[in-house]
Every structure is written in structure tokens, then in C-alpha cells.
């Protein structure tokens, strides 16, 4: 089987396994009693299982530990620090979903996930100064950089996670672009796992997009967040440019943005950054006017366009960047007299 065949196939058997085991971790979540109820910041008004996302961890490691030997670019090491460091995260999401835990204890877990995964020879190994030939920065550095990024991107993405179908959705994209851009950049290793990462968050997106039947919970929004930390590492920043970082960062522009917002926003207030509010931009599209389906399809159309942006960044196609700088203009315009008028009404 040719590699094209072998990604479909990865696709299929990641999305299935997703499809048909969501429902299990369905009955999973009501025997642990992990089950969402509504509060005051939150959008849904009835108890929902949470824990979805065992499903996508199990339809990701499967996949992957099943497949990778088919691969022969593919490194155990590695995949031994992906499958390691995922697990623990899933499982500190997993406890996370049944009781809340403190918010120091997982963020010292998820920096040891990352050191896992760095020991494993995943890791941002330097910066190559623009038009400054043969002139690299990072050495020392290296290490800590790499934890941030990687804790930073997972909690982007578990902040994101307040609107039904919002996370897993913003994830898929997010890796499509990932996966076109380890296309186009030569990186075979990072369009499997974008590919198994994709079949696995559309898999459970039935279930998940509004009305939802089950929220994926910290177990699948920060798995997520890793896995994608960690795409993104081995598809673009293993050795980077200045220029690449700001692609990486386009790519996840709409967690990464609503995350730096929402800290700066709770330490302008003198509040954790750590703690919870009904300022994110999910929120702020449903309190303006906007129902639960449109916001959330706004916000897919936000991150196709930053991951979109991103391609064209990486592939100097100015035409491309131009088209979407006008595609966002208008959805700007069309959104805001929308809003006018439902304010009207």
C-alpha cells in the first residue's frame, strides 16, 4: 500500500473508533459521575456527561500504535514519548473531569508530560536569525521554551472548550492546516499524526456539536492541546525561523489569542490568571446576540481563516493573503450588521 493509502486508512480507522466509542465514554462518564452541571458562566442549561474525551484519546493511541510500524519514518522514541506523555495528560483530565483538581498539581503534571516528550527527542531545537547567516539561538533555552509552548498550547485549547462542538471543531482545523502545511514543508511525521488527530476530533464531533450529548471534557481539551503542541513542534518548529513561529502561531491563532486576552484581562482585574470567567470570545458572541450554532460557526470561520493565513505566510503567496484579509473584512461587516439588527429586534 502506497503512503497516500496508508494516511486514508489511518483517517478511517481513527475517525470509526472515535464514532462508535463515544457512546462508551458516555457510560463511562455517568459510572464516575462526571457529569457537567450548569453554572452561572456556563451555556448549557441541563446536567451533560462529560469525559468525550476518551474517546479521542483511545482512537488516537490506538491508531497510532497500531499503524506506526507501517511508516518506516516513524521513530519509537518518539512515538513511545507521544503515546507516554499523552496518556498522562488524558489521565489527569480524566480525574480532573470527576473532581476538580488544583490547578498547580496539573500544571506541574503537564510539565512533566512535556519533559516526556522532550526526553524522547520532541523538542524546538533553535532559531535561525533572519538575513544573519549561520547565526542559531536557543541552546540552554531550548528546554524551557519547548514546556511553554507545549503547557501553553494545551491550556489554549482547554479554555476554548465552553460551546458545544467549539474545541473539538477549532482542532480539526487547526490540524487540516497543520497537515497541509507538513505537506508542504516535508514532514511526513506530523501529517500521520495530524491525520489519526483529525479522524479522531470529527469522529466525536456528532455527538458533540450542538445540541451536544456529551462534552469532551478536560480529558479530550487538553489532550488535544497537547497532541497539537506537539504537531506542531515536529511540522514546523523543530528547527525554526522567526517566520515560522508567527505561521505556528496563526495556525492556533484563535486559542492562543483568547488565551493571552483572558490573562491579561484577569490580571488588569487582579484576579488568577488561572481563574474562570464568561469573558472569552465564545461567551462575548452569545451574550452580543449570536445563538449557540452561529457562534460557534463564527468561530470555525475566524480559525479557517487564521490557519488559512498561516499557509499563505508559509508559501509567500501574497494573492492568498490578500483574498483572506478581504474574506475577513467582510465576514467583519456581515457579522457586526447582523448583530445591529438582532440588538434592533
Not at 68 to 78: G, I, M
Amino acid at each position: 500500500m502506497n503512503l497516500l493509502g496508508l494516511y486514508v486508512v489511518a483517517f478511517g480507522v481513527s475517525f470509526l473508533i472515535a464514532f462508535f466509542s463515544t457512546p462508551i465514554a458516555k457510560k463511562i462518564a455517568f459510572k464516575f459521575g462526571a457529569i457537567a452541571q450548569p453554572r452561572l458562566r456556563d451555556m448549557h442549561t441541563q446536567p451533560i456527561p462529560r469525559m468525550g474525551g476518551i474517546a479521542i484519546f483511545a482512537s488516537f493511541i490506538f491508531t497510532l500504535i497500531v499503524l506506526y510500524k507501517q511508516f518506516e519514518f516513524l521513530h519509537t522514541r518518539q512515538i513511545f514519548g507521544i503515546v507516554l506523555g499523552g496518556s498522562l495528560i488524558a489521565l489527569l483530565g480524566f480525574f480532573d473531569d470527576i473532581c476538580e483538581l488544583n490547578s498547580k498539581f496539573k500544571m506541574a503534571i503537564q510539565v512533566i508530560a512535556s519533559i516526556i516528550v522532550i526526553r524522547c527527542g520532541i523538542r524546538i531545537d533553535f532559531i535561525a536569525i533572519p538575513f544573519i547567516e549561520d547565526l542559531k539561538f536557543l541552546s540552554v533555552f531550548s528546554v524551557p521554551i519547548t514546556i511553554l509552548w507545549i503547557v501553553g498550547i494545551t491550556n489554549a485549547v482547554n479554555l476554548i472548550d465552553g460551546l458545544d462542538g467549539l474545541a473539538a471543531g477549532v482542532s480539526s482545523i487547526a490540524s487540516i492546516c497543520l497537515m497541509v502545511l507538513a505537506i508542504y514543508s516535508g514532514h511526513p511525521i506530523a501529517v500521520f499524526l495530524t491525520v489519526i488527530l483529525t479522524g479522531a476530533t470529527l469522529g466525536f464531533l456528532p455527538y458533540n456539536f450542538n445540541p451536544a450529548s456529551i462534552f469532551m471534557g478536560d480529558t479530550g481539551s487538553t489532550f488535544l492541546g497537547f497532541m497539537l503542541s506537539i504537531v506542531s513542534i515536529l511540522g514546523l518548529l523543530k528547527t525554526y525561523t522567526i517566520s515560522t513561529i508567527l505561521v505556528a502561531i496563526l495556525v492556533l491563532g484563535l486559542p492562543i489569542f483568547d488565551t493571552t486576552f483572558a490573562i491579561i484581562r484577569r490580571l488588569l482585574a487582579g484576579k488568577p490568571i488561572m481563574s474562570p470567567d464568561r469573558g472569552h470570545l465564545h461567551h462575548r458572541l452569545v451574550d452580543s446576540g449570536y445563538s449557540h450554532k452561529g457562534a460557534v460557526v463564527t468561530l470555525y470561520g475566524i480559525s479557517g481563516v487564521f490557519g488559512l493565513s498561516g499557509i499563505g505566510l508559509l508559501m509567500h503567496d501574497s494573492r492568498m493573503i490578500a483574498i483572506i484579509i478581504v474574506i475577513i473584512a467582510i465576514l467583519l461587516y456581515f457579522n457586526t450588521k447582523n448583530n445591529k439588527h438582532r440588538q434592533i429586534d
